[in-house]
């Protein structure tokens, strides 16, 4: 990983001082940082787990490893940065890989650089290709799904991930262009979206279609349901999670399965 990378990845870090003073980090803690970005949070958080402590960090986009192990070096050697999904967390902490944990924070959704770079195919305000991919040598892109899908399975993850109401034109509009030609590009696609819905209000007509195809191509979603229990499951007594979510769907699943968890039983209402 070169020096120019680390530089070009400007990053705000959202909610710091609440993250800060939710997950509370003592000198002598263990704590994960199970989405690294750029690192933002988790030199923050390394900061205050000196002397003693130790800060694991996770992230599935290679240049944000890259960026967060250049950025926690400057503040400590005590850290381990890993490329991988925090849906791995699971498999982390049952091999022993990582130790049980005094706080863990979730930073969902993508980060202002990643949107930002243009190639990375997250927005339609550059024309670029149509990727998606958080880490972007893994997995189907976002062409290979408006491609080859069936329009009624490219509405119903508009929809399901984007809260589209037009979603069933949209997958009838895709499939009819790409007829004519495979749709290559975020402007391309944000094209055939606007066509459909129209311009109204400030929202980019295609903001709901971008969001849910950037949620299906990574899995958003799912690893978010899978992680959040293995997550509970990885913290000591009296430890902390902290999630910062974007949207009602990530919102929902981080309530329904913190309320669950917090419930003493989970029964059936008639049983004593």
Partial sequence: MTAEPVMDFQHRSVLLE???SLLDPKPGEVMLDGTAGGGGHAVAIAARLLPGGFLWALDTDPTAV??????????????DVR????????ELTKDGSIPPLDGILLDLGVSSHQLDTAERGFSFSKD???DMRLNP???????????TLSADALADIIFRYGEERANRAIGRAIVEARKLKPIETTAELAAIVAKVVGHAGKIHPATRTF????IAVN????????VLPDAISALKPG?????????SLEDRIVKETLRTEATDCICPPRMP
């Fill in 18 to 20: 609440a993250v800060l």
């Fill in 66 to 79: 890259g960026v967060a192990r250049a950025r926690l070096a400057a503040v400590t050697d005590r850290f």
């Fill in 83 to 90: 490329q991988a999904n925090f849906r791995t967390l699971g």
């Fill in 128 to 130: 670029a290709p149509l």
């Fill in 137 to 147: 040598t893994e997995g189907p892109t976002a062409a290979e799904l408006v491609n």
């Fill in 211 to 214: 969001q849910a195809l950037r």
């Fill in 219 to 226: 899995e958003e979603l799912t690893s978010l349901e899978t």
């Fill in 239 to 247: 430890g902390r999670l902290a999630v910062i979510s974007f949207h």
